[in-house]
């Protein structure tokens, strides 16, 4: 999307401005969302001292356009080709993790069977040195080039549903969107600041649940906690698919209840949402600035040239702090020196344990969303010699998961435990250890707990086209809506009793 299409909807911004916001009707609501919706694109001429830009510019919606082009950054990349290596056997697994280790090989997914790298073809003879006969033929190209998809998922002029999933959405849209929706819909939406970054920006979140006091429709019994289930995405910055999905899930939620939608109503009701599009701010914005295919935060190392740490690595359980890691900044997958360094990580968690005492709040469930591959991973991440206590519910959570999304959209999502599905256990000299999944199953007793990687299975990876934005936003609704049935109905006596000694199991 083009900072041109925000003035599509500033009749509707400046319209609301003049409306107390509480006393304001599901009327406005509605206009707000067909203005959203159905609007054409006008051409807007941009004068520097225009009443449009200062209204742009006093709404927050950043700087005309200083935004860099992110798919510029991508001409850096241009001659780089993605990989799949098939694997077949342990020997070839810690072969590929020992080249992709020591030449710093940017992995963009592993599983157990396969692992796709990106690389340049100057480099290619030199990876194949590091592997065995039998896998030197036994690759195929994902992408070609990477700059293939680009024209793709450029393509202008296609109807869509909802003109701000149309495209993906830099942070200075995204920021001023969160609080627009907190603004329409007061009674229960909220804008929450999870902390800040390393360069400062805060972190923010959508709470949506309506309190008891103002809906009257649900009373809760003296001491019950109000259950909170939180849904994040770009821990990874370069995942931006799982950055729209949550907003998407977050506008789906809200609209709906404020529909009377009844499914949603039920959601809404008894569960507390907690919507992150992303902990590494400063990542994405990199992503959308500097470089299209960034990962880690933007946390300076003790190697100068190579910043950030993997978000998804520096959690506190099972930190991997092995002196092959710490020599190993520039690794794509590096966890910090110490766990908690990565200050994103570190705040999150601060928010989680804070905001669980003050709110009276219980966290029951985590999804963790990523890209790519299709999958539905539960605990543990560091290893699959230790299987979780209500390893069963787990897995049969996530298998009704996985239904859902096929049920909506026909496209099947493996289920497996992380250690498995991300590849880890076979692969010898890497690790799953740290990971935010394993630190709130394991050490924040949060029941349900996964790391969804969404679409695709590999033909444009990172470089999803924008057409895959809300088929994948239905097919993850469906897949809430089922998690929210699950969990709700699961607070039975029966259910309670069968999840004696799991870790949410004290709650239910
Ligand atoms: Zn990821």
Not at 179 to 206: C, N, W
Not at 317 to 336: I, K, L, R, T
């Amino acid at each position: 999307m083009n900072l041109k299409k925000l003035y599509l909807i500033l009749p509707a911004l400046i319209q609301w401005s003049k409306i107390d916001p509480v006393s304001a009707g599901a009327l406005r609501q509605h206009d707000f969302l067909a203005a959203l919706q159905t609007a054409p694109e006008p051409e807007i001429k941009l004068g520097p001292q225009g009443w449009t830009a200062r209204v742009v510019d006093s709404l927050g919606f950043g700087r005309r356009n200083r935004r860099a082009d992110p798919y510029k950054s991508l001409t850096q990349y241009k001659d780089d080709l993605v990989l799949r290596f098939t694997i077949s056997n342990e020997a070839e697994a810690r072969a590929i993790a020992g080249a992709a280790n020591q030449l710093f090989l940017d992995v963009w997914s592993a599983s157990n069977k396969s692992m796709d790298i990106r690389l340049s073809p100057h480099d290619l003879p030199l990876v194949l040195s590091f592997l065995p006969e039998s896998m030197k033929n036994n690759y195929t190209p994902m992408m070609s080039n990477i700059l293939d998809p680009i024209p793709q998922s450029r393509i202008e002029g296609q109807k869509t549903d909802t003109l701000f999933f149309g495209d993906y959405q830099p942070w200075n849209v995204i920021l001023p969107w969160m609080k627009l929706l907190e603004s329409m819909f007061p009674s229960y939406v909220e804008l929450l600041t999870i902390g800040q970054t390393h360069e400062g920006r805060d972190i923010h979140a959508l709470k949506v649940g309506a309190s008891e006091e103002e809906d009257g429709k649900r009373r809760r019994a003296d001491g019950e906690k109000r259950r909170t289930v939180i849904i994040t995405g770009a821990a990874h910055a370069r995942e931006w698919i799982s950055v729209s999905t949550v907003n998407y899930l977050a506008y789906s939620i809200i609209t709906g209840y404020a529909k009377n939608d009844k499914g949603i109503d039920a959601m809404v009701n008894n569960i507390d949402w907690i919507f992150i599009p992303t902990v590494n701010v400063d990542g994405y914005v990199y992503t959308w600035e500097k470089d299209r295919l960034w990962r880690k935060n933007r946390q300076p190392t003790n190697l100068a040239f190579c910043q950030g740490i993997d978000l998804d690595r520096a959690y506190d359980f099972h930190f991997d702090n092995s002196p092959q890691s710490a020599a190993n900044p520039c690794s794509e997958m590096f966890p910090g020196n110490y766990a908690f360094q990565a200050t994103e990580s570190k705040a999150f968690v601060q928010w989680a344990e804070t905001y669980t005492k003050n709110n009276s709040a219980k966290i029951i469930g985590l999804l963790d969303l990523h890209s790519y591959s299709q999958q539905i991973l539960y605990p543990y991440s560091y290893s699959c010699d230790h299987p979780p206590p209500d390893l069963e519910n787990l897995e049969e959570l996530g298998i009704g998961l996985a239904k859902a999304i096929q049920v909506q959209s026909g496209e099947r999502y493996e289920v497996a435990a992380a250690c498995e599905g991300t590849g880890f256990a076979s692969f010898p000299s890497t690790t799953g250890s740290g990971s935010m999944l394993d630190y709130f199953y394991a050490k924040l007793k949060v029941a349900w707990t996964y790391q969804i990687k969404l679409r695709d299975t590999g033909s444009y990876g990172f470089l999803l086209p924008k057409e895959n934005i809300i088929p994948t936003g239905e097919e993850m609704l469906n897949l809430v809506k089922y998690f929210a049935q699950f969990v709700l109905d699961d607070g039975g006596p029966t259910f309670a009793r069968a999840r004696k000694n799991s870790p949410g199991s004290d709650e239910l």
